[in-house]
């Protein structure tokens, strides 16, 4: 079962896109044999778990996108492309916010598009550089708003010390538009010997989670007509992009101590579809099974509270300010202690290891001792009365 | 049948003609509708489902049997039946639960199967 | 959170799991009503925490699952309408009828809103006067005062937009029907706990009686529901075959009475379909003459729609606990939740569903369901 690294290091042009994401039982058409012959796409129109980031969305990727956009090089399927010109390596990404409603608790659509695409690019190992942004805006929605919603996207990138360099603006009537859409691509610069990619994964590597999860999606929920509730769930929402730096530099150490190949193997912000769905997306990828324990997993009282009452899982929630890192056993304990040193990793734990068993699967340890199967979501997670 | 979950109340007020509730989940604060279970007073916990709450949860009760639970393994050679009815009505006791009010833990109880963290 | 986190202590499941292997002599064979309970099995591994020889079999106890396909036709074809808001809860939005889901009917153009509470009809009702809004009214017993208190408050002021569409269904009957099958295994039940929580278990004694079977009435958590277990089995180590309440903290005998004057003014009992198991009699709730202007099968007129079951499928007997899921030759494979070929795979309670969720059709090995084995050296 072991892979051979050695084309690790070698120039990589693989274009891909963020929410691309490959699911095990789907097809992918084969380059020498053409596409697949059956008739795919079975639904006459997008429904809404087509944005859900589970099976549906895999599904659409597959059977839509990927179709129209073949590419011999499509297989990485991570959330940034890494390109290779002229001898340096850059990370480019692109992402779309439209998220409902437009201000939450902790955030604004604005924090989440740079925070986002700053991540985007961080999850690769990059230093996050420049960005653009192309706003539709909704005939009637009030500037007051828009003025509100820029100004968190410029402090943010500040922050986070991008800059946005270009962008955009459209108006459509209203009705057209719910608001604001915003698209955002980033770019950044890989300057570090990282090899960082979904396939990395490796029997003995160590699963980390920076902090508590569900946060960001329980503090939308809390804002969602008819299932509003109080309490103090706020976003998450934060780029990541100091954080890993400090993960990379306790790696560097370890690197040349051990010199084996780069110990971060993989790494993810685990957005909507939640941990349970990234981690599957990795053990499919690198063809490796996980084992988690439940006790180990972060979740605040706030968040438990709400997911019990609506009948949701905090592990397929969406986060907006944590990743998920797979390294290597060896580098696993400094990188955590690292992360534990950092503001945005304080609560970070240890929660599994990759497994050379039930490749693509992720089994859990419950906190009552059983044992049970994280499969990836289907569609939306929805409330639920039974 | 299914999906309710413990929550206390933390206020309690008449609105739209209906008795209604702020309760507390873990946190997390919800309304729900005390018409069901009029005698609730603040502080209690009730059983909320869709936005209703169905019980009230009897926390003597709960306590009493959670014990039995815990000391389950010095009572296994009791062989009482471990729950039985308690009439909400009336104070006398079960005769069974003679044998867990008089028994009690030994200071160093061994516990089977390691727990966890 | 308080009267939750303690039923989840892996420490005290130990205690009980070593109880059961101590008293226990023969393999017993146990079903657990509601589907609730089932979603805690599986979620939490409990069937793995048992010993051999206690077995756990899925009940009819999930009322997504046993809406018949007839009533969910009916549904769609009101979500429909132009002027229609349909509320449901979140459940029944990706339970396929003959031509789609609620999610398609949503993106056809459909109002379709999901509701946590039966209550919140009220409000979009006041909000959109020149619209029809109507509540998709499923459940069991413990939904049915939610689902009153809404006919009862559209009647008290006199809403005239909103209306109910009934499909209530209810346990006892269905208890009694797989007792009465001539294929049935099961030899001791765990109870609906919140069910009993509105309707007391009074009701459950002559079952019991009749058949001479173990009823415990339990809990979701995995401490309510291995306690349940162990009750149940030391009964049938004795040959009882009583009613216990093992949700003391919750429920007594009588159940909530207030909840339940209400539901007979708005209810009344009557025969009902179940999907995969046929028409039950007094099985379950239709709306009182009196609340006939509430009432969305009198309102809207919604043509029989044919519509056809699944073959291959074997729901029926997976309801009432003859075959479980790995015993279908389609499980996982034709028949997944994204293709549900019936009922007991269209909700996420079902049995099929959660044990789909939970991976369970990655674990099959000829037939046999066998626990999946911790990882050596974990952790």
Redesign the interface.
Known sequence: MTRNDSAANAPVAAPSSSSFSQNPTTEIPNPLFGSCPLPIFQ???????HGSGG??TSELIDKVFLRAFANPILDKLDDQAVLQINGDRLAFTTDSFVVTPIFFPGGDIGTLAINGTVNDLAMSGARPLYLAAAFILEEGLPAEELRRVVESMGTAARKAGVQLVTGDTKVVNRGKGDKLFITTTGIGAIERDVNISANRARPGDKILLSGYIGDHGMAIMSKR???EFEGAIESDCAALNGLVDCMLDACGAVALRQNGGHPLHCMRDPTRGGVATTLNEIASQSKVGM?L?E?QIPVR?SV??AC?I??LDPLYVANEGKLVAIVAAEAAHAVLQTMQNHPLGRDAKMI??V?S??PG?V?M???????????VM??EQ????? | ??????G?VIEAFDQG??RMARVQ??GIIREA?L????DTRVGE?V?V????A??K???E??HR??QI??D??QL?ELMA????????HSQTPHPTTAAENGATPPANGV???K??D | ????D?Y????????????IQ?VQTKPWVIMEV????T?SI????????LPEGVELVHGP????CVTPLEMIDKAHAIARMPDVIFCS???M??VPGSEGDL??I???GGDV????????CIK?AQANPDKKVVFFAI?????A??NA?LAW?AK?EGLKNVSLLVSHVL?PPALAAILQSPENRVQGFLG?G??C??MGYEEYEPISAKYHVPIVVSG?E??DIL?GT??TI?QLETERGEV???Y??????EG?K??QK?VFQVFQVGDRNWRGIGTIPHSGYHLRSEFADHDAEKLFDVAQIATRESAICISGEILRGIKKPKDCPVFGTLCT??NPLGATMV???GACAAY?????H??QSKGVDV??H??GG??
């Open positions: 639904h006459k129109n997008i429904v809404l778990g099976k549906l007509e008819n299932l084992f324990h006790d009282e438990q509270g019990e609506l009948g599994g290891e497994v068993e039930h699967m089994r340890q419950t906190r009552v001792g059983g044992t049970r199967i994280l499969d289907f569609g929805l409330p639920r009365i039974c | 049948m299914c999906l309710a979950i413990p206390k003609g209906m989940f873990g509708c018409e069901y279970v009029p916990y059983l489902h869709v936005g209703f169905i019980s949860v009897d926390e009760e709960a049997t959670y639970l815990e389950m393994d296994s039946p471990v729950v039985d009815e308690r009439d909400r516990t089977r199967g727990e966890g | 959170m308080k009267y939750l303690e989840r202590d892996g420490r005290v499941a130990r205690k009980i799991v070593d109880e101590r509601c589907g609730g309970q979603h599986v979620k939490n591994g409990i069937d793995y925490l106890g999930c009322p997504v809860f979140g459940d939005l990706r999610f398609t949503k993106s056809e809103r999901v509701v946590y509470s039966p209550i919140d979009i459940g069991f017993e413990t939904t005062p939610a208190m408050r008290q346990v609906p919140h069910v929580a509105v979701f995995p401490l306690q162990l009750m030391r216990e309440n093992q003391s903290r919750i429920l007594d005998r909530n207030t909840a209400l939740p994204q909700s996420a309670e789909y969720a939970y991976g369970r990655l674990n626990p999946i911790s990882v974990a952790a």
